[in-house]
């Protein structure tokens, strides 16, 4: 871990990267000349895109090619443990030090660049020297000037769930601005799958792919259906059961699903989907710890959750599938600057039986406890503060049966698992 932060250290304190967002695909453009245009050797290439789901969408694919014994690489953000996990490279996470070389040798070409895009060609130069058949690639905030928007050809651009996540990177703050920065510049050559929507994102989603010219999959192709207690992803020729203790909430169980659509057309057996399905886990979303330190420190009668979703619908997502929860429900909440935390927060009215605020440790630009305590109070929930995690934990722990859930940041759901 502290080699992890080093890395970033390296990275923040480099005058030539900026820590600051700033979109625009003339920089990454030129570095990647300088470099030989590594991105020209990654085939089958599939960009997911969206606001909510690309991890867990990316990860659910890449656990169903894996499965079939084909390799992939990955690029994703944020990570949650460690800076490797940003990119896998077929069988193995790069290591520390490649990374470290590789940044030096990107800062060696004197191109000013943001973190995230330094993130971006670390993941590209390396990833062009893998012989793997997938790269499966995550899109930063928006996607029209997102350093990931470099590939000319991509097999596949996958759209999750789009909502007012990333208002505050746009001069025109409203939802039809935000499709159009996600949808409107996508490939005319590919594959594009949309994944499920609310009915409004989903008229502006066809609006903007109206003159695109890929075969577009839309979500009325498949459905998640239920029968005796047991979900099942359907569709026209297939129904395959999602036999699986991990994936807890409707929205994680839909992501699941816009993956088996796009591993069936990849002629992915359907055997092999159902046998994979059981083992996929999604770290930091709707995750029980069942065991290591933190679990130790608790009662028998406690569980812990944690849910890293910082946006409005994602609070509704888990909003809606604490509600079925019968055991009294406390929070742990902590959240980075830059987010909507009144309408997130909105979303748990009558659920939290407490709530207490933290900080992110080793995160400046997150919210202090203060002012998420004036927040939650605002809105009429019982709630306290404390300086850290292990504080709050104090606080909640009892012989009381209850569910402990971490909400608010995936920054802080990576501390916990660190701590764990």
Known sequence: MSRSISLYKQLANQKLFNKTINFDLKRIKLILKKLGHPERKLNNVINFLGSSGKFTTLYSLKCFIEANKQTTTTYISPSLKDIKERFWM??????????????TLIAKLKVPLTIFEVLTVVYIINASKQNTEYHLVEAG???????????????????????????????RKTLD????????????????????????VLAKIKRNLKKNKSKINYP????????????????????I????????????LENLCHAIKIALDLKIDKKVIERTIPNILFEGRFQYLKKGKIKNKLHKNEMIMLDGAHA??????????????????????????NKEPDLFIKQFRGIFKKIITIPIENEQNCMSAKDLETIAKKNQFNVIKAKNFS?????????????????????????ILNKN
């Not at 077929?90 to 940044?103: A, D, F, M, P, V």
């Not at 059961?241 to 994680?252: A, E, F, Q, R, Y």
């Open 90 to 103: 077929g069988n193995r996470y790069l290591t520390h030090q490649e990374i470290k070389q590789s940044i």
């Open 141 to 171: 905030a928006l996607f029209a000037k997102d350093s990931t928007n470099v590939f000319d050809f991509p097999l596949a651009q996958v759209i999750v769930n789009i909502n007012k996540q990333h208002l505050n990177f746009l001069k």
């Open 177 to 200: 601005e935000v499709v159009y920065q996600k949808v409107g510049f996508l490939s005319n050559f590919t594959k594009i799958y949309v994944g499920k929507q609310e009915p409004n």
């Open 220 to 239: 009325n192709s498949w459905k998640v259906i239920k029968k005796n207690k047991h979900s099942f992803y359907k569709d026209k020729e297939n129904k």
């Open 241 to 252: 059961k999602l036999d699986t203790k991990n994936v807890h909430s409707k929205g994680l």
């Open 312 to 337: 409005e619908a994602d609070a509704k997502n888990l909003a809606n599938y604490l509600k079925n929860i019968k055991v009294p429900k406390y929070a742990i909440w902590a959240m980075m600057k």
């Open 391 to 415: 504080e709050a934990i104090i606080n909640i722990t009892s012989s009381e049966k209850k569910l402990i859930i971490c909400i608010g940041s995936l920054y802080n759901v990576g501390n």
